[in-house]
């Protein structure tokens, strides 16, 4: 079938001006990416999964601006963690902020320092896992990553590393438009977190990349917001092997338009696979997660959490699908998606889905939206406690299912400060 006129067009015009060297075992990946990038064309809004988003933004072939955030002396997440932090600005590299790229057990290199090379253990995962993403829904915009992404970080852990890897985003230049691509690899029975923050660019495109084998275990927690007239678009790519354990969790607070897809594979037996999400939103604010999350073996779980507080006309999505492909017997999935819309101009899109060819398997969805809880608001009032005081608890009760996903309990309050510190500056 002939590719339309409008998705052949709007791709041609979105990497017009980008480059990519095609040597080596990177280049081949990113001919490779192209290829496919060139046959799927530029993703538009009556695509089935971009029919609540709409994706011109980040198509058009410049970076809409972004004025830059006065952060008003608040510090940077995560800021009080011991971790081994890497800093970009803009989407480059910044070795004047980065701490050594070295820690016991973890093998740290960038993408731009083994591009050259004939050979190198990133070949047999960039590009890999999301080819293997694309199916069945299609994602042009991660293979558009994979084609011109010039840089990124490449992590192989082969032991328990003994604090996280902090990835930092600066944004300093109000028409940047960077795109980074990360590869993670966990040997067997090695441990990892990684952190992210920062608003990173004008517009921003990421991949993250992230095999698990067989009894490792992979955390990851994010932190966006900051610049509100910021743009993102990322994805995450995982693949989790028997045993192991693959646990994420975002929160975003602020951002014109942000969407975030996660797609995970459970390909051994007994692995695990937790994505979480909290988002608040004021006004002029789209907020996007769509997951899929496929079991492909035995006795394995997931649960995806996603919570989303909405107001003065901000609109949250949700899109989630758990997969369970015939043999995944014993499969536990579990789905919940909600919304607490503030005000009646703010909207809640939701699509949940199952689909499943196996028969001994425990799956659930469920999606709602609602106001705050008068009768809790009374009772919290008829108790002296201030009106903005007790909406800030009430929306923090809501959100504290998703922040119970993060296992360490000092990311987790770090998570806690940044809702407090929001809804304190939106009047909550």
């Known amino acids: 079938m002939a590719l339309p006129h409008a998705k052949a067009d709007l791709l041609t015009a979105r990497i017009a001006g980008l480059t990519f060297d095609a040597a080596g075992w990177l280049g081949r990946a990113r001919s490779d990416a192209l290829a496919r990038l060139t046959a799927m064309g530029a993703p538009v809004k009556r695509d089935e999964y971009w029919r609540y988003t709409d994706p011109s933004s980040l198509t058009a072939p410049e970076a809409p601006r972004a004025v830059l955030?006065?952060?008003?002396?608040?510090?940077p997440s995560f800021d009080g963690i011991d971790r081994l932090k890497i800093v970009f600005v803009d989407g480059v590299f910044d070795p004047a902020q980065s701490d050594a790229l070295n820690m016991a057990g973890v093998e740290?290199?960038?993408?731009?320092?083994?591009?050259?090379?004939?050979?190198?253990?990133?070949?047999?995962?960039?590009?890999?896992?999301?080819?293997?993403?694309?199916?069945?829904?299609?994602?042009?915009?991660?293979t558009l990553n994979t084609a011109f992404a010039d840089d990124g970080i490449l992590i192989r852990v082969t032991a328990r590393a003994s604090r996280p890897v902090s990835l930092i985003y600066t944004h300093k230049s109000e028409t940047s438009d960077a795109m980074l691509h990360h590869?993670?690899?966990?040997?067997?029975?090695?441990?990892?977190?990684?952190?992210?923050?920062?608003?990173?660019?004008?517009?921003?495109?990421?991949?993250?990349?992230?095999?698990?084998?067989?009894g490792a275990r992979f955390h990851h927690i994010r932190a966006q917001g900051r610049d509100h007239e910021r743009r993102a678009h990322t994805h995450l790519f995982a693949r989790v092997g028997a045993g192991a354990l693959f646990k994420s969790f975002t929160l975003t607070a602020n951002g014109r338009l942000t969407r975030n897809e996660a797609v995970i594979e459970l390909v051994g037996d007994e692995a695990v696979a937790h994505v979480a999400g909290a988002a608040v939103g004021d006004g002029d604010f789209h907020h996007d997660d769509t997951v899929f999350v496929t079991h492909a073996a035995e006795r394995c779980e997931s649960r995806q959490v996603f919570k989303k507080v909405?107001?003065?006309?901000?609109?949250?999505?949700?899109?989630?699908?758990?997969?369970?492909?015939?043999?995944?017997?014993?499969?536990?999935?579990?789905?919940?998606?909600?919304?607490?819309?503030?005000?009646?101009?703010?909207?809640?899109?939701?699509?949940p889905e199952l689909e499943i060819y196996a028969d001994d398997v425990k799956c659930s969805h469920g999606s709602t939206s609602g106001a705050i809880d008068e009768t809790a608001l009374y009772y919290l009032r008829s108790r002296g406690v201030p009106l903005r005081q007790a909406q800030s608890l009430l929306v923090l009760a809501f959100l504290a299912e998703a922040i119970q996903e993060i296992e360490d309990e000092a990311l987790a309050e770090d998570i806690r400060s940044r809702l407090e510190s929001w809804l304190a500056r939106h009047g909550q």
């Open 69 to 75: 955030f006065d952060a008003g002396g608040e510090a």
């Open 183 to 214: 590869c993670i690899k966990l040997e067997p029975g090695a441990e990892l977190t990684v952190l992210e923050n920062g608003p990173a660019a004008a517009r921003f495109t990421k991949v993250m990349e992230v095999d698990v084998a067989e």
């Open 310 to 351: 909405l107001k003065n006309g901000a609109v949250g999505v949700f899109q989630g699908k758990i997969l369970v492909k015939p043999g995944a017997q014993k499969t536990d999935g579990y789905q919940i998606s909600q919304s607490l819309l503030l005000d009646d101009h703010s909207q809640f899109l939701a699509k």
């Open 108 to 142: 740290i290199l960038r993408l731009a320092e083994v591009a050259p090379a004939d050979i190198h253990w990133a070949r047999d995962l960039y590009g890999v896992l999301e080819s293997r993403g694309q199916a069945p829904v299609p994602r042009p915009m991660a």
